[in-house]
Antibody
Framework: QVHLQQSGPGLVKPSQTLSLTCAIS??????????WDWIRQSPSSGLEWLGR?????????DYAVSVKSRITINPDTSKNHFSLQLNSVTPEDTAVYYC????????????WGQGTLVTVSS | QSVLTQPPSASGTPGQRVTISCSGS????????VYWYQQVPGTAPKLLIY???QRPSGVPDRFSGSKSGTSASLAISGLRSEDEADFYC????????????FGGGTKLTVL
């Protein structure tokens, strides 16, 4: 059974960097049958996909256009986790952030982390 | 405003059949699989339907999905009080360099 455990601060100051980590158990971040995604949810924007990392003989990243200039998603094979960094945050980045496994070959987001409420405020 | 359009609310009484629609375009629903997620407030979304009409293990067969052209639907038959939740459609959109898009969500109330 796959389990995703999120960690990271719940409060970030404007203009600073939001950093979250998603620890994977029951699967590998290097799996060639999955991608590892970050999704956020806010009352104003609903569910919003932010990006993903995945391994297919080499590492790939895809990012949403809306955050492409500010986001980095990195895998860490030694710790079997992946991370989200979002730079230059504003109050509009306040949301519940989720990590999720995207199963290959059309299985969708089949496992989710517990969610982390991140508030951007001074 | 989401790329995928869902009705904001739906309702039904126990035992009824309810359908929730999701309207998109040729670059998303018209080209790719549709997924449905159920979310109880305060918890993470849960995969309900994948590949348009497939149910993950453990999802009751009261839930079914369908797709036609650039629209999709989720049907819930034999409505139960525990079905009360928010439902979201999701699909990969091929425009730009590709991205996942979610519907705005439908809040289902069991009367």
């Amino acid at each position: 059974q796959v389990h995703l455990q999120q960690s990271g601060p719940g409060l970030v100051k404007p203009s600073q960097t939001l950093s979250l980590t998603c620890a994977i158990s029951g699967d590998s971040v290097s799996s060639d049958r999955a991608a590892w995604d970050w999704i956020r949810q806010s009352p104003s924007s609903g569910l919003e996909w932010l990006g993903r990392t995945y391994y297919r003989s080499r590492w790939y990243n895809d990012y949403a256009v809306s955050v492409k200039s500010r986001i980095t998603i990195n895998p860490d094979t030694s710790k079997n986790h992946f991370s989200l960094q979002l730079n230059s945050v504003t109050p509009e980045d306040t949301a519940v952030y989720y990590c999720a496994r995207e199963g290959d070959d059309g299985y969708g987001f089949d496992y989710w982390g517990q969610g982390t409420l991140v508030t951007v405020s001074s | 405003q989401s790329v995928l359009t869902q009705p904001p609310s739906a309702s039904g009484t126990p035992g009824q059949r309810v359908t929730i629609s999701c309207s998109g375009s040729s670059s998303n629903i018209g080209s790719n699989y549709v997924y449905w997620y159920q979310q109880v407030p305060g918890t993470a979304p849960k995969l309900l339907i994948y590949r348009n009409n497939q149910r993950p293990s453990g999802v009751p067969d009261r839930f079914s999905g369908s797709k036609s052209g650039t629209s999709a639907s989720l049907a819930i038959s034999g409505l139960r009080s525990e079905d009360e939740a928010d439902f979201y459609c999701a699909v990969w959109d091929d425009s730009l360099s590709g991205f996942w898009v979610f519907g705005g969500g439908t809040k289902l109330t069991v009367l």
